[in-house]
């Protein structure tokens, strides 16, 4: 038979699950990703962070059973930083060195916080800007969507399975590694309610890590969607970061100025300090700030403050507009 005459034809086999479907996608983008050895040493060398935390960790369950100093929680109550995040968790640091079992959630919370807000959101950048612009933007110059979309696959579960692939990376860069020091504190602590106090900590990390994985994820793909070259969704992505965390910080240096003349960090005092942590309007305008207040809302490090429902709404929305906007890009080639 000539093979013009073949023609298209009905599929008569056993077809996967729907359910299923986007996670072939998936596993085919984590598989392709993976084999960069790049990535590999991009991962290695975050953990060196996560190390630093979990020594920490340890370090402070070794140390509440024993008379001798107890040089960390000193430490957190001399820090000005430690101690404004310590007024807003409504926790007073003053006698913690007599009896730190009951600032175990606290001490846990701040590790794992810090750990969250500076490494291992610097790491998603970082990790984010350089696979996600390929994701999608690839698939439009060389076609390749239609490969995929020529499969009972419909553009919602294209989208989700490249949204998966992102979902795997942060995963490994921020919940596995904050999963494991609590574990590992729970495996050192002598003391038996460790789990009871500290039992909602697994479940702050998840909901952290989510607040991080999904409007970074819709925001990422939205990027790679805009264009057929990755460079360029790049570049988008990595000029939103810096603008916004420059504008924020001259926006709270202007602020600041008043009669006083500005100071490093190291100089300013507790109050200084504290009032870098306020939540304030301007950090809007910083995608890194808005999501570090989410998370320390979460960690439940700003009890004391009231309430702000903006930075939610912001991430909401950004999800929305940036799996929507992906969604109608796809949706659009395939009708040209």
């Known amino acids: ?40 040493r991009v991962l290695m060398f975050m953990a060196i962070p996560a190390l630093i935390a979990g020594i920490f960790v340890a370090t402070y ?15 957190l109550g001399r820090n000005p930083q430690s101690r404004s995040i310590a007024a ?33 959101a610097i790491g998603m950048i970082v990790v984010l800007g350089l696979v996600a612009p390929r994701l999608i933007s690839y698939d439009l110059r060389s076609r390749g969507y239609l490969l995929y979309l020529s499969r009972p696959l419909t553009p919602a579960e294209y989208i989700l399975g490249k949204s998966l692939v992102l979902f795997f990376l942060l995963f490994m860069m921020s919940a596995l590694p904050a999963l494991i020091i609590y574990l590992t504190g729970l495996f050192l602590s002598t003391d038996s309610t460790a789990i009871a106090q500290t039992w909602d900590i697994p479940l702050r990390i998840l909901v952290a890590s989510l607040v991080l ?21 790049g570049f988008a992505w990595f000029a939103m970061w810096v603008i916004g965390s420059v504008t924020y910080n001259a926006l ?8 006083a003349r500005p100071r490093r960090r190291r100089d300013m005092g507790f109050e200084e300090i504290s009032s870098m942590y306020d939540w304030s309007s301007y950090k809007l305008f910083s995608p890194y700030e808005t999501l570090g207040y989410l998370q320390q809302q979460i960690f439940g490090l700003a009890v004391k403050d009231q309430w702000v429902w903006s930075p939610w709404i912001l991430a909401i929305i950004a999800s ?17």
């Open 320 to 336: 929305v507009v940036g799996y929507g906007f992906a969604y109608w890009r796809v949706s659009r080639v395939l009708k040209v």
């Open 61 to 75: 369950e070794q140390t509440i059973d024993r008379s001798g100093p107890r040089e960390l929680i000193r430490a």
């Open 252 to 259: 709270w240096a202007a602020t600041q100025i008043g009669q």
């Open 88 to 120: 807003r968790a409504g926790v007073d640091l003053s006698d913690a060195t007599e009896n730190p079992e009951a600032y175990r959630h606290f001490t846990w919370s701040y590790i794992l916080f810090n750990l969250s807000r500076y490494p291992q």
């Open 1 to 40: 038979m000539p093979l013009l005459d073949v023609g298209y034809r009905n599929w008569q086999g056993v077809r996967t699950p729907r359910w299923s479907r986007a996670m072939v996608l998936a596993t085919t983008g984590i598989h392709l990703v993976w084999k960069g050895t790049w990535l590999k």
């Open 213 to 233: 994985m999904i409007p970074t994820s819709a925001i990422a793909l939205a990027f790679s969607s805009m264009t057929q070259e990755s460079r360029y969704a």
